[in-house]
């Protein structure tokens, strides 16, 4: 199943939901992306998934 993954760009702080404003954070996702591992943000309130550009290195190397 792909999920939507919408694009955020992020000012000072990303912790209201633009869909439906649920104030209280939210939960981590990853998503493989060819060699980038994409760290995805979900809304516990209505489960729309933000890219916010975040990136998580598996493996430890800056290369």
């Given at each position: 199943?792909?999920?939507?993954?919408?694009?955020?760009?992020?000012?000072?702080?990303?912790?209201?939901?633009?869909?439906?404003?649920?104030?209280?954070?939210?939960?981590?996702?990853?998503?493989?992306?060819?060699?980038?591992?994409?760290?995805?943000?979900?809304?516990?309130s209505?489960?729309?998934?933000?890219?916010?550009g975040?990136?998580?290195?598996?493996?430890?190397?800056s290369?």
């Amino acid at each position: 199943m792909t999920q939507k993954i919408i694009t955020v760009k992020m000012k000072e702080e990303f912790r209201t939901c633009p869909t439906c404003g649920y104030r209280d954070g939210f939960h981590s996702m990853f998503r493989q992306d060819g060699d980038t591992t994409k760290w995805l943000l979900i809304c516990p309130s209505c489960h729309d998934a933000f890219d916010i550009g975040l990136t998580a290195n598996r493996n430890g190397s800056s290369e």
